[in-house]
């Protein structure tokens, strides 16, 4: 399936005391890999099926049937109203967008900057980028309430000379979603095409066929691997500021507007920066679920979880700079409402979920992911993990409701209270992605095997004087 590769420069990494333990320096033989990975992706027993039973049902129930409960009765069943006009669905979609950054950052990124671990774990990240996508697309149709108009959204003439109002924060997201989705998506194909043939020709039957068609006659000739290591890194290098341009799009929903504690110059980089840190701890989740659920431990191995919690702990530090850097900016604007809205964080109604973000975001990744033992400890790795994801969950919670709370009009303040509609369709989209996740598990190789393959046959040990050190062949 490889070929032949090209030629090859080495230089030398630093000593590792068990090669035994990085998955770049324990070859197996290539059927076994790809054994490894097909026979998880043809187990559907009694118990999968009963999973995809629950997930579906919660995703028709909670996400399509309380959506066209709404859509019958209007947007009133929903707890917006005067002052508070987005709630738990813009927030839900921000922290969709959050989560979708994880495939970019741990892909394209760390493929640019040539981190090594990065792959038996960026089709698993990739997967979650589209996936996510998928839900967050849904909310600017949600909350327009008629959704049959929503192709007043798009930019295209038609009869009634209507065209989308570019002013419209709907519109902004609408827009960068569906650019980022589509991009992604291809971004996530490419590098799939080898381990689709390799599937192709393990297959029979209905799978073959599939496979056969999405892999587009792949046979693994030199000129194919040149063109598609082109085609990969021209799509790294293009997917990187589409990335940062969707969360900062979405920071500018807020930026934009005069609402007090909005208004920030800050937010770009704030909202891109707890959406990669959001992200990549959703990668770690998902991955420690996915070793676990197909037998994975071969290629996902503590090393990898290990580079992961690290990249957490650090984004951990630059969210908390930026989080604490806007509070200082509203503060010494000024204005008497910003030091209201302050207060009504610390000591008002929002202050149980303002100490439980900080508890989340800050105090456990930094009490904990400076250790080692934790950050290869899969159950304390994965509990971390999903509390960063409650935290900023909240994080949004707070910014978009809980701000709008309080305004320059005190006699037109109100309170948030969220309704079941708004809590269960939140819970339907959190189903849809677990749904298509389990799904997609079963028919996309989640480990790019041919990519560790590569990395395999370029990775060696040798010994320097009395050292042993692990020696990297880079492709030219």
């Keep these: 399936m490889l070929g032949e590769l090209p030629k090859l420069r080495n230089f030398v990494w630093p000593h590792e005391d068990d090669p035994k333990e990085r998955l770049l320096l324990d070859p197996i033989p290539q059927d076994e890999m790809n054994r490894k990975m097909l026979t998880p992706m043809m187990k559907t027993g009694p118990g999968f099926w009963l999973i995809v039973a629950i997930l579906a049902t919660i995703v028709v ?60 774990i960026t089709r698993a990240a990739e997967l979650m980028t589209s996936f996510s996508l998928a839900c967050a697309v849904l909310f600017p149709m949600i909350h327009l309430g008629r959704m049959w108009v929503v192709y007043f959204m798009i930019p295209m003439p038609n009869q009634r000379n209507l065209w989308a ?13 569906t650019t980022y989705l589509i991009g992604s998506t291809l971004y996530v194909y490419l590098p799939m095409i080898p381990d689709l043939a390799m599937a192709r020709d393990r297959t029979t039957g209905w799978r073959h066929v599939l496979y056969k068609l999405l892999s587009w006659g792949w046979r693994g000739l030199e000129y ?98 930026f989080f604490f850097n806007d509070y200082l900016v509203e503060w010494y604007g000024g204005e008497w409402v910003g030091h209201q809205l302050l207060a009504l964080q610390a000591r008002g109604p929002l202050a149980p979920l303002w100490y439980a973000m900080l508890f989340f975001n800050i105090v456990v990744p930094w009490l904990t992911l400076w250790n080692k033992r934790i950050r290869q400890s899969p159950i304390a790795l994965f509990l971390i993990a999903i509390g960063i994801q409650i935290g900023m969950y909240l ?25 079941p509609v708004e809590i269960s369709i939140a819970i339907g989209t959190l189903a849809l992605f677990c749904l298509l996740y389990v799904v997609g598990s079963r028919f996309i190789p989640l480990i ?21 050190v692990t020696s990297v062949a880079e492709l030219e």
């Design 448 to 468: 790019p095997v041919w990519e560790v393959l590569e990395g395999q046959l370029s990775h060696s040990r040798r010994r320097i004087g009395k050292t042993v």
């Design 61 to 120: 129930v909670c996400l399509f049937g309380y959506w066209l409960y709404m859509i019958r009765w209007g947007m009133g069943v929903a707890g917006i109203r005067r002052p508070v006009g987005w709630g738990v669905f813009i927030a839900t979609m921000v922290f969709w967008i959050g989560i979708s950054h994880s495939g970019t950052f741990v892909s394209a990124i760390l493929r640019v900057f040539n981190a090594e671990y990065r792959r038996p």
């Design 224 to 321: 194919e691997w040149h063109y598609l290591h082109k085609a990969i890194n021209l799509f790294a290098f293009a997917i990187i500021p589409v990335m940062f341009s969707v969360h900062t799009i979405v920071s500018w929903d807020f930026a934009m507007a005069q609402q007090i504690g909005w208004h920030s110059s800050i937010f770009g980089p704030y909202f891109v920066t707890g959406a990669i840190f959001s992200g990549v701890s959703a990668v770690i989740a998902v991955l420690l679920v996915v070793r676990k659920a197909m037998g994975l431990q071969y290629f996902l191995r503590k090393e990898h979880f290990d580079a992961l919690a690290k990249l957490v702990l650090i984004f951990s530090f630059a969210w908390t700079y």
């Design 165 to 177: 109002n570019f002013q419209s924060p709907l519109a902004w997201d609408l827009i960068a979603i």
């Design 395 to 419: 994080e949004r919670i707070i910014i978009i409701p809980g701000f709008l709370q309080r305004n320059r009009l005190p006699f037109d303040w109100g309170v948030y209270n969220p309704q």
